[in-house]
């Protein structure tokens, strides 16, 4: 059987599992090529839809008989568990493949270590590490929520090159461009779910839907911290499925507010109070993860962008910045709260990458700690 170039395959496979960003969450994104006897690619798949079939059956059903005595390349440990749908290494031995490359294992417990454990029991061979960072780059997000049990959140900010969302009483007024814009809404169509405080529901009124159609489900858990529940029942959140949001709120609130709004058809949930007022970030975070929610999009305010960070609850954050400064000791900044003492203290990032968004920049950035 020749040996191809394994790494140059699994490179295709990550591409391949890129193609499902916007609809596999919160399972993680795998991609698979079926090569043959001979070294050619007979077929290709990518998991793009929770629920939906994995990477490795559309590329064994591509590849057909020829797959029998072939190679198949996969970014991640194939599943050996039921979930919702059956084991891939079942359909891996019953294609009668002889090899399996993958790039790393599983971090889902249920499965790490397993899948290569039942592969070798059929005597499949297995090869492992192939692009194993580039891979675990692509599931990140899923491996946090394997590790922790709790949300992986980003940070989302457009802002202008001074750190400004908007002039004192400004709120509103968007400073980015169309293109940026677009590139925020496309974050909103990768998460779970899509958070704001209070503070923008009632300067902005936005409604955080998805608004692109990238993701096979059009709609997105809807999430507001607002601990005294001043959310009116006329907001645009609460104006189409409000089943789908979620309003986090204290032990203040008053009932009055909560039966109002649970009428309107939000869940209304009370979480631990931070300082004895705001939400505290980490209870609001786990009451999302008990609801399965893998990950969180927080857009806002620059409060909330604070206390997420100051919490060490942020794993990312994007930047949209745009060609202005603003200035004025009381505009609005893109991280308020009462700041760090010193650089020192501060939160630590790492970027990751910077490009272009129109006339503005995008900046991705690591959250290191704090």
């Not at 457009?158 to 814009?181: H, N, P, Y």
């Not at 923008?200 to 059009?218: C, F, Q, S, Y």
């Amino acid at each position: 059987m020749t040996t191809p170039d394994w790494g140059l395959l699994m490179r295709r496979a990550l591409e391949l599992a890129e193609t499902g960003r916007y609809g596999t969450s919160p399972n993680p994104m795998v991609g698979a090529v079926v090569v043959d006897r001979d070294g050619t690619v007979v077929g290709e798949g990518a998991h793009r839809r929770c629920g939906g079939p994995h990477a490795e059956v559309f590329a064994l059903q591509a590849a057909g008989d020829r797959a029998r005595g072939g190679t198949v390349v996969v970014t991640l440990e194939p599943c050996s568990c039921f979930g919702r749908t059956p084991p891939c290494i079942d359909a891996l031995v019953a294609a009668g493949v002889a090899r399996v490359v993958l790039a790393v294992r599983d971090p889902n417990p249920l499965i790490d270590g397993a899948g290569v454990a039942a592969l070798r029991a059929a005597e499949i061979e297995v090869v492992e590490g192939v692009e194993a960072e580039a891979a675990r780059r692509l599931i990140r997000r899923f491996s946090h929520w394997q590790r922790t049990r709790m949300p992986w959140v980003t940070l989302k900010m457009g802002m202008t090159a001074d750190g400004k969302l908007s002039a004192k009483g400004g709120r509103g007024q968007r400073v980015t461009g169309e293109t940026a814009r677009r590139a925020a809404y496309a974050l909103r169509e990768e998460y779970d779910a899509v958070l704001v405080g209070v503070g923008t529901v009632l300067a902005d009124d936005p409604n955080l839907g998805r608004r692109l159609g990238l993701n096979p489900e059009p709609r997105v858990r809807r999430v507001v911290l607002d601990s005294r529940l001043r959310t009116p029942r006329t907001a645009a959140v609460l104006a189409s499925h409000p089943e789908d949001v979620v309003l986090l709120c204290t032990e203040g609130a008053a009932d009055a507010r909560r039966r109002r709004l649970a009428r309107a058809g939000a869940e209304v949930v009370q979480v631990a109070a931070e300082d004895g007022r705001r939400c505290e970030p980490r209870a609001a975070m786990r009451a999302l993860a008990e609801r399965g929610i893998s990950s969180v999009l927080v857009e806002g305010g620059g409060e909330v962008h604070f206390s997420f960070l100051r919490a060490g609850l942020a794993q990312e954050l994007v930047m949209f910045v745009a060609p202005v400064v603003l200035g004025g000791r009381r505009a609005v900044p893109a991280v308020g709260g009462a700041g760090f003492p010193s650089p020192a203290d501060g939160a630590r990032l790492r970027f990751q990458r910077v490009e272009r968004a129109g006339e503005d920049i995008m900046i991705t950035a690591e959250v290191l700690g704090v």
